[in-house]
């Protein structure tokens, strides 16, 4: 495919492009590394995933819908849109809001992220529009060099899951200049995440910008070395906020939070260290 082509290039700066003005349904897939030089995906259309579960290909993970792994030096850009069209994934039985008095039936209930970075390098993303992801719309798995500008992530308010840019085990990243309006968080950073630069964001209606949640199930988290500045949060559960699970460990260290605007946010500022996710019917113990 395009893609392959493209890996396998002598060109110094291969483009796959999305052309404008046309539609493209996309299959889960994996668009796996190294590549030769650094490549560039070049979304001008509109990329949309499948329907939802039901038209989701059989014995295929339901967990992602789009892997980037190995692609050190990509850069995925254009005027287009991502379209994880994720209303029926959201509208599941077992989804939170979907529960009885904050109640989450049981069930399977995986659902995708629409863009996932994994194990990669000198990555550059911008300039795009990405909506309605079933889960989160950005996650970054053990990547380093990361630049983020000019997005904008849209998915409604009450769509559960929906973090608009998630890392983990991540570090030198720059996230910058973008508006995120959805369900949940803003922007999250998970365990193993160092030196991440947050500036000039808009976020809101969501749960505005977390560092976590760490710890979970006893687990160790460390997070160190994180700036947030020049950014405004508005019509949201929470503004900035650190949330670690009981009986995990770990350390959050040298975070700052500075020149952030708010407007009708519930908690603007809140450190969490006996977080659970009552939404999810987990009961609270040490």
């Not at 295929?60 to 892997?67: A, E, G, R, S």
């Not at 950005?138 to 308010?157: G, Y």
């Not at 519930?266 to 659970?276: F, L, W």
Request: charge should be neutral; aromatic fraction near 6%.
């Amino acid at each position: 495919m395009a893609w392959d082509d493209a890996c396998r290039s002598n060109l110094s700066s291969p483009v796959v492009l999305a052309p404008v003005d046309l539609l493209f349904l996309i299959q889960p897939t994996i668009f796996s590394g190294p590549c030769k030089n650094p490549l560039t995906l070049q979304i001008e259309g509109t990329i949309m995933a499948p329907d939802g579960p039901d038209s989701w290909p059989k014995n295929v993970t339901k967990k992602q819908w789009l892997v980037f792994y190995r692609v050190n030096g990509m850069s995925m850009r254009g005027g287009g849109v991502v379209d994880g069209r994720g209303e029926k994934w959201w509208n599941l039985p077992c989804k939170p809001h979907k529960g009885v008095d904050g109640t989450t039936p049981p069930g399977p209930c995986d659902s995708p992220v629409a863009l996932r970075f994994f194990t990669s390098s000198k990555l550059r993303v911008g300039e795009l529009t990405i909506k309605n992801s079933p889960m989160f719309h950005f996650r970054f798995d053990h990547c380093n060099e990361v630049h983020i500008d000019s997005l904008h992530i849209i998915a409604p308010p009450h769509s559960p899951n929906t973090d608009g840019i998630h890392i983990e085990n991540t570090y030198d990243v720059t996230i910058q200049n973008s508006i995120v309006s959805n369900g949940d968080d803003c922007i999250s950073i998970g365990a193993g995440s160092y030196n991440v630069d947050i500036t000039n964001m808009t976020c809101g209606p969501g749960h505005g910008i977390s560092i976590g949640s760490l710890g979970m199930k006893n687990s160790r988290a460390c997070v160190s070395n994180i700036k947030v500045r020049d950014s405004s949060i508005q019509d949201s559960d929470n503004g900035v906020r650190i949330k670690t699970w009981q009986g995990g460990s770990g350390s959050v260290s040298n975070v700052a939070f500075d020149n952030i605007r708010m407007d009708n946010v519930r908690n603007p500022i809140i450190i969490d260290q006996y977080y659970c996710n009552h939404a999810a019917g987990v009961s609270c113990t040490n």
